[in-house]
């Protein structure tokens, strides 16, 4: 049997599947959440076929699991005149509750989205093909991001809940939100990385339109009514339809305060140009990355394996933070490539549902068809693939491959593959691995692998201001949540952490008066009244 079939053999029949890990039923959603209420959708709809084939009488073909509206920029603007009113130029009653009220709101939506566990995990493993760990996984650390959160802004309120005194003058520094918020999440991490933006940006006070994304969309469905009955009406917002279609009017209006985007850089770019008022638009942005692993001579190269095919196939690569190029000095090169060959062989694929599974089928459709266009263009420039069965597919299954000797001429040298093959280039010198981070368009994080203490001191400070984030001996990644998470040139804007994400969805505001007799007894009157939410020295535990 060869190789290719024994990928197809991977695919089950219906009845095959395992009874915990299928849906109940289809998907179809006819309802979405504008104003406050759960809309009715009698129009278009979008069907969602799912990455896992079924073996049918017709051959191998995607599962449908449901459908969503496919809603003009007629109800996008309708839901954003909705996010408008709530915010009410920052009178609205989300925006002008205390601290205290609004954590027990998301504390409330946190609870009743624990209730909906079992299906959004089923939902992500179904949409995107994300292994059903993994799906668990993500769904148990956004739940722990967002009662971090809520510990980070609490800490955060206490630290504010005094008054500062600088010449005679004193003033009550707090944070205060900017306005409604266009949240937009990737495919790759659905929940998590959606609710990195949204649940920091809600919690701050802001009011929310949020689109799902192209994939991982009927996910967020069971978790809007939930957003409907723990928030005043018009706060979170969700918008269906072609992003081409919608959301360049959102933009065009103005309303937008902030853009939070986590995908293209170009689709950032164009979105951000489309605003009448660039200094009103805050951008929190999360963009692409072609981060580079530097296995020197003295790596431990069993060690740098190790890293790398982690930080390389990692939900098939599909991950901003993946390792998507290796640096791999000659004189260690042939080595390293027969040891990371050996270690990509011993991975498991299959179907997500499968206990231990690494590899599984890619949810984009036109996908398989890129990578196999990055792997003839590298032959054609004198790469090869190393490893056996490289780059074999089968419908939506594509079996990784390790691509060398990789260099400047080929698409997998510049592009960012956001898949299973693993480019290695080999170098002389370091001065050439910094060349590239220089040249990159690119800026997120590098890995360096070397037992070499002088080496890597040498490689730490120039690469510190190339990249964001460089990793010693370990693979790049987002985690901890309590890191800043950000890059340089095109890989971000702005900073993504437990912390930094309320400051990056708030400004300070102060309110201050000269110390005398008079200003003294107004504003402790105010304070003891307990007449206003920011003017308060309430100390949250």
Known sequence: ???????????????????????????HQRKYLSNGEMKQWNGPVHEVFSPICIKTENGLERKLIGSYPVSTEAEAQE?????????????????????????????????????????????????????????????????????????????????????????????QIRRSPLGVVLCMGPFNYPLNETFTTLIPALIMGNTILFKPPKFGTLLHYPLQEAFRDCFPKGVVNVIYGRGNAIVPGLMQSGKINVLTLIGSSKVANELKKQHPKVNRL?????????????ITKHADISLAVK??????????????TALKIVWVHKSIADEFIKQFSAAVAQLKYGMPWEKGVSLTPLPEPNKIEYLNECIADAEA???????????????????????????????????????????????????????????????????????????????IDPLVNLVSRV???????????????????????????????????????????????????????????????????????
């Open 282 to 294: 805050r951008a929190v942005l999360g963009l692409d990355a072609k981060n580079a692993a530097i």
């Open 79 to 171: 839901s954003l005149d909705a996010a408008v009113a709530a915010y009410d130029n920052g009178r609205g009653a989300w925006p002008t509750m205390s601290v205290s009220d609004r954590i027990k709101h998301v504390e409330q939506f946190t609870g009743k989205m624990i209730e909906q566990k079992d299906i959004i995990v089923k939902l992500i493993m179904w949409e995107i093909g994300k292994s059903f760990a993994d799906s668990t996984k993500e769904f148990d650390r956004t739940v722990e991001y967002i009662y971090a959160t809520i510990d980070s802004l609490k800490h955060l309120d206490r630290d504010s809940s005094g008054f500062e005194i600088v010449d005679g003058i004193a003033a």
């Open 307 to 320: 890293e790398t095919i982690t930080g390389s196939l990692s939900f098939n690569g599909q991950r901003c």
């Open 471 to 541: 990793n010693v001996n370990t693979q790049s990644q987002r985690g901890p949540d309590a890191f800043p998470f950000t890059g340089r040139k095109d890989s971000a804007e702005g900073t993504l952490s437990i912390p930094d994400a309320i400051r990056s969805f708030s400004i300070r505001s102060l309110v201050a008066f000269k110390m005398n007799e008079s200003n003294t007894n107004l504003i402790n009157e105010i304070v003891k009244s307990d007449s206003s939410n920011f003017l308060s020295t309430k100390f949250i535990f």
């Open 381 to 459: 420039n004198g790469a090869k693939v190393m490893n056996e069965n490289g780059g074999t597919s089968a419908a939506s299954f594509f079996y990784p491959a390790v691509v060398y000797p990789v260099n400047e001429k080929m698409k997998l040298y510049r592009e960012e593959q956001f898949g299973p093959i693993i480019p290695i280039v080999p170098f002389d010198d370091l001065e050439e691995t910094i060349d590239f981070l220089i040249e990159s368009t690119h800026g997120q994080q590098v890995s360096i692998f070397s037992e070499n203490a002088d080496e890597v001191a040498w490689l």
């Open 1 to 27: 049997m060869d190789f290719k079939t024994t990928l197809e053999n991977l695919f089950v029949e219906a009845k095959d599947v395992p009874e915990e890990f299928s849906l109940p039923s289809e998907v």
